[in-house]
């Protein structure tokens, strides 16, 4: 079956320090992956998205991805995180040809003046 | 465009009452999808329509939820009777085609039932 694993609940970082949230998954054809990010109370929006080709996405925010197939992993990267990154951040994976997302559980962020 | 616009943002409710919340996807997205996103379960899929028609409403926790699409500008979720465990925001989602798209979520309705 399909499914989402980021294995971090709750992540504290300093502002201006490096970030990387960890996701992996479970699909057994090629994965349609994604990165969303949920401030509290609304809604979510899409960071990046990674359907084939480059296995490194750029997305908004400064924010980036590897994708890397051996590992089912798709982590996402920031080099200097701001206050402002604070959130919620979920990783999915759509099923092809339908569009339905499998969503990890997701990772809180926390950033330290 | 305006986004996915749900409503209301906000539904505090009595246990046994009828609840519906609405959704209005983006023009020209023929798919549209109901999450419910709670603490124990996280973001989970309800039900997914494709051009009005419902394809997959596996996700449908029990008989009390139903959701129509009467055209494709519009989306209903209805709760009856309404129950304290249905608690939970609720978020629609659009995108052009399956696949190899983003799904644009909207604000999400924040139910209370009690």
């Known amino acids: 079956a399909q499914s989402v694993t980021q294995p971090d609940i709750h992540i504290t970082v300093s502002e201006g320090a490096s970030l990387e949230l960890r996701c992996n998954y479970s699909?057994?054809?090629?994965?349609?992956l994604f990165w969303y990010v949920q401030s509290p109370g609304q809604g979510l929006q899409l960071l990046l998205k990674?359907?084939?080709?480059?296995?490194l996405v750029q997305g908004i925010k400064g924010f980036e991805a590897e994708f890397k197939r051996s590992q089912s992993s798709f982590n996402l990267r920031k080099p200097s995180v701001h206050w402002s990154d604070a959130a919620e951040y979920f990783c999915?994976?759509?099923?092809?040809?339908?569009?339905?997302?499998?969503f990890g559980q997701g990772t809180t962020l926390q950033v330290k003046p | 465009d305006a986004g996915v616009i749900q409503s209301p943002r906000h539904e505090v409710t009595e246990m046994g009452q009828e609840v519906t919340l609405r959704c209005k996807p983006i023009?020209?997205?023929?798919?549209l999808f109901w999450y419910r996103q709670t603490m124990m379960r996280g973001l989970e899929l309800l039900i997914y329509?494709?051009?009005?028609?419902?394809?997959?409403d596996s996700g449908m926790p029990e008989d009390r939820f139903s959701a129509k699409m009467p055209n494709a500008s519009f989306s209903t979720l209805k709760i009856q009777p309404s129950e304290p465990r249905d608690s939970a925001v609720y978020f629609c989602?659009?995108?052009?085609?399956?696949?190899?798209?983003?799904?644009?979520f909207g604000q999400g309705t924040r139910l209370t039932v009690v």
């Open positions: 989602a659009s995108t052009p085609h399956g696949g190899h798209t983003e799904a644009f």
């Open positions: 699909y057994g054809a090629t994965p349609y």
């Open positions: 990674y359907f084939s080709g480059d296995t």
């Open positions: 999915a994976v759509g099923l092809s040809n339908t569009g339905k997302l499998i």
């Open positions: 023009s020209g997205h023929d798919y």
């Open positions: 329509f494709n051009n009005n028609v419902p394809i997959d």
